[in-house]
């Protein structure tokens, strides 16, 4: 499974930025999709996960209300639009797939993109 994460950037305190990620999967919709991020220094944290259907959703409470985590299946991508950012968010935002199950559990995810850096400045 190969993932490619793309749409980050330098953005101003309270901008929006909308990642994208699209998967080399004839079966995309099989698969549950999260985002993930990893700030300098910091192990790498959950940030949103959504079922193959996308009907369930779960986010990390920092960034409930302000991120939402969408996929369109047919398009075989996963998206994580992230409104009102802080610099508190600035991270490398990374895709991954999983077979069964959402779950917060980087060790659980099979594939993983390369990657996308966000960068809020205050």
């Known amino acids: 499974v190969q993932l490619q994460a793309s749409g980050g950037g330098l953005v101003q305190a309270g901008g929006s930025l909308r990642l994208s990620c699209t998967a080399s999967l004839r079966t995309f919709s099989s698969y549950y999709m999260a985002w993930f991020r990893q700030a300098p220094g910091k192990e790498r944290e959950f940030v949103a996960g959504?079922?193959?259907?996308?009907?369930?959703?779960v986010y990390a409470d920092s960034v409930k209300g302000r991120f939402t985590i969408s996929r369109e299946n047919a398009e075989k991508t996963v998206y994580l639009q992230m409104n009102s950012l802080q610099p508190e968010d600035t991270a490398v935002y990374y895709c991954a797939s999983k077979a069964i199950g959402l779950g917060p559990n980087p060790n659980e995810y099979d594939s993983w993109g390369q990657g996308t850096l966000v960068t809020v400045s205050s």
């Open positions: 959504i079922s193959r259907g996308g009907w369930n959703t």
